[in-house]
């Protein structure tokens, strides 16, 4: 008996030890979603903050293109306080299982950040480092070119270097975290580099509805004069997936 039992054993445990992971479903070809966040107060104080955002992704083939967009307002007092306004196109195409190559367009306007109008156009590469399930873990790097209107100061046309990680850590089949780290420098004036981040998690609470957790941080070391070198937004909004 502690034969046949050994035997077993060693039999099952290069199938335990090396079993991979069920591959996650493909991602559907067409999807997209909406948020809406809205917050006001009366009474000692009179304040209403505004936050809707959207994306669509579409998956012929070997490409994948995305387009997301997101727009913030504060007001007190009937006075508008913040107001700014995203916008992102990239198409990725593959190149094998875990490469492809991307081209972005971003499009900024944050007035009370000085920010009149804010272009950046580039391209570059992206590596799968981990596969999904239940981790994913892109890599970005590339190289491209801004240009930024500022309302103070001097506007900024560049040459600039990119790179960036995108997290997903899949909770259960109804909680996800994700997490998109960005950060830009000039290759002519080593003082401007900036960093973007979005952490989030998100909650299903229908087939169709979703509750999402996010916090926000914008680093911007050669801010306009007069202006914070860093903005930060924490929103709870209800997400509709279609």
């Known amino acids: 008996v502690k034969t046949f039992i050994f035997v077993t054993c060693m039999s099952l445990l290069p199938t335990i030890l090396f ?9 559907p070809r067409q999807e997209g979603s909406a948020e809406f966040a809205f917050v006001s107060t009366t009474g000692n104080s009179d304040t209403q903050t505004l936050g809707v955002a959207g994306e669509y992704h579409f998956r012929p083939d070997l490409w994948h293109f995305q387009w997301k967009t997101a727009y913030v307002r504060n007001e007190s007092a009937e006075i508008v306080s ?17 490469a492809s190559a991307f081209g972005q367009y971003t499009y900024v306007h944050d007035a009370f950040a000085a920010i009149d109008h804010r272009n950046v156009i580039a391209g570059g590469l992206s590596y799968l480092l981990v596969p999904p399930a239940p981790h994913e873990l892109w890599v970005d790097g590339g190289i491209g070119y801004t ?10 046309s560049t040459a600039i270097g ?8 899949k909770l259960s089949d109804t909680a996800e975290v994700s997490d998109d780290l960005g950060m830009e420098f ?4 080593g003082d401007d580099w900036r960093l973007n981040n979005i952490a989030s ?15 926000a941080t914008r680093y911007v070391n050669f801010p306009a004069p007069g202006i914070d070198t ?11 997936k279609f």
């Open 19 to 27: 079993r991979q992971p069920a591959p996650p479903p493909p991602a």
């Open 82 to 98: 913040a107001e700014a306004f995203r916008f992102l196109f990239r198409s990725d195409r593959s190149l094998s299982a875990r």
């Open 147 to 156: 240009n930024e209107q500022r309302l103070v100061g001097d506007d900024i």
């Open 162 to 169: 990119l790179t960036g990680l995108r997290y997903k850590f």
């Open 186 to 189: 000039s290759f002519s004036n």
């Open 201 to 215: 998690v998100a909650a299903k609470l229908t087939t169709i509805f979703a509750l999402k957790l996010s916090y």
């Open 230 to 240: 860093t903005d930060t937004i924490t929103s709870m909004a209800l997400v509709a």
